[in-house]
T-cell receptor, first 116, second 118 residues
Framework: GAGVSQTPSNKVTEKGKYVELRCDPI?????LYWYRQSLGQGPEFLIY????????DSGLPNDRFFAVRPEGSVSTLKIQRTERGDSAVYLC??????????????FGPGTRLTVL | AQKITQTQPGMFVQEKEAVTLDCTYD???????LFWYKQPSSGEMIFLIY??????QNATEGRYSLNFQKARKSANLVISASQLGDSAMYFC???????????????FGGGTRLMVKP
C-alpha cells in the first residue's frame, strides 16, 4: 500500500514568510509525528498527534510553529514569520498505534525547507 | 546528557566485510525500545531493526543484528557482508515507554555515515 507522503518535497521561501507543509500518513494510522532534521544531525521531535488532537507538542521550538490534523488523517505543519534557522528537512511519520511496546514509525520522504 | 550517543561520525568498511556501528543510550525508564534506521542520500528513513528492553535475545533481521548490552546501555548495530548499497547514514533511536512519553516519540542520535568501499 501507499506509504507516508509529504508535500512539497522542496520549499524555498524568504525570511518572514508563512509556509505550510503537508503530511499524508498511511491509511488507518492513528498516530502521526513531525520531526525536524537539521543538516548533519539526527531528527528531532516536534509534535505528536493521536487522532485529531495534539497529544504532545513539547518539541515545537516556539509559537511560530503550529500543526493541525483536523480530520485525524492529513496533517499540516505551519510556520509563521520564517527565519533562516528554520531551514531543515521536516519529516513526518505515522504508526498504527502509539503506546504499544513495539510500534514501528513509518517515515515520509520529508520536505526540505530553505529560508533565504 | 545526550540520550542517544553515536560516537562514530563516519566509518569505512570493505565490501563483503562486517561492520559495527556504535550506539549508547541513557534512560531511567525500565521499559524502552531501541531502533536503527538507515537514511540513504535520497533522504527517506528506512527502519532496520528493533530491540525491546525486556528482550533477552539480540534482535536479528537478515544481515542486520543488534548487539544489546543492557548493563552497558549500548545497542550496537552489526551489518554482515557489507554491500555497496549499504552506504548511507545510520541512526540509532530510542523510545522511552514511561509515563512521560505516552506518545512514544523517538529520540535520535547524531548518526554515523557508513561508506562501503568496493
Amino acid at each position: 500500500g501507499a506509504g507516508v507522503s509529504q508535500t512539497p518535497s522542496n520549499k524555498v521561501t524568504e525570511k518572514g514568510k508563512y509556509v505550510e507543509l503537508r503530511c499524508d500518513p498511511i491509511s488507518g494510522h492513528t498516530a502521526l509525528y513531525w520531526y525536524r532534521q537539521s543538516l548533519g544531525q539526527g531528527p528531532e521531535f516536534l509534535i505528536y498527534f493521536q487522532g485529531t488532537g495534539a497529544a504532545d507538542d513539547s518539541g515545537l521550538p516556539n509559537d511560530r510553529f503550529f500543526a493541525v490534523r483536523p480530520e485525524g488523517s492529513v496533517s499540516t505543519l505551519k510556520i509563521q514569520r520564517t527565519e533562516r534557522g528554520d531551514s531543515a528537512v521536516y519529516l513526518c511519520a505515522s504508526s498504527s498505534q502509539a503506546g504499544v511496546s513495539y510500534n514501528e514509525q513509518f517515515f515520509g520522504p520529508g520536505t526540505r525547507l530553505t529560508v533565504l | 546528557a545526550q540520550k542517544i550517543t553515536q560516537t562514530q561520525p563516519g566509518m569505512f568498511v570493505q565490501e563483503k566485510e562486517a561492520v559495527t556501528l556504535d550506539c549508547t543510550y541513557d534512560t531511567s525508564d525500565q521499559s524502552y525500545g531501541l531502533f536503527w534506521y538507515k537514511q540513504p542520500s535520497s533522504g527517506e528513513m528506512i527502519f532496520l531493526i528493533y530491540q525491546g528492553s525486556y528482550d533477552e535475545q539480540n534482535a536479528t533481521e537478515g544481515r542486520y543484528s543488534l548487539n544489546f548490552q543492557k548493563a552497558r546501555k549500548s545497542a550496537n548495530l552489526v551489518i554482515s557482508a557489507s554491500q555497496l548499497g549499504d552506504s548511507a547514514m545510520y541512526f540509532c533511536a530510542m523510545r522511552e515507554e514511561g509515563y512521560n512519553n505516552a506518545g512514544n516519540m523517538l529520540t535520535f542520535g547524531g548518526g554515523t555515515r557508513l561508506m562501503v568501499k568496493p
